[in-house]
Nanobody, 126 residues
């Protein structure tokens, strides 16, 4: 069974930055779309960003929800089998558990992904 693991969460002040990492065993992440859904306390999980695979008919494009567009970025390091979510100009409303999700095409819905990490907590607070 493939395993997906997120890391990099923590406490950051408003306006600060964090980098989350997603790595996997049993999966070559380049062949998959990678999403970063998040779930804040008392709220439903929401898809905020994903990057398409770099092979086949996919162009490796990154997609962002309006709430994070211009502040968040996704990138891949193929040699490390790792995908990063760089979060800048963080706001308190960005506080949530962030998940790494792996799937064939990507999207903003949970159903778009087949494999999930356990999540990493991001807290934005002064």
């Amino acid at each position: 069974q493939p395993q997906v693991v997120e890391s990099g969460g923590g406490l950051v002040q408003p306006g600060g930055s964090l980098r989350l990492s997603c790595t996997a065993s049993g999966l070559t992440l380049d062949y998959y779309a990678i999403g970063w859904p998040r779930q804040a306390p008392g709220k439903e999980r929401e898809g905020i960003s994903y990057i398409q695979s770099t092979g086949g008919s996919s162009d490796g494009a990154a997609h962002f929800a309006e709430s994070v567009k211009g502040r968040f970025a996704i990138s891949r390091d193929s040699a490390k089998n790792t995908v990063y979510l760089d979060m800048n100009r963080l706001k308190p409303e960005d506080s949530a558990v962030y998940y790494c999700a792996v799937g064939p095409w990507g999207g903003f819905d949970d159903a778009d992904f087949d494999y999930w990490g356990r999540g990493t907590q991001v807290t934005v607070s002064a």
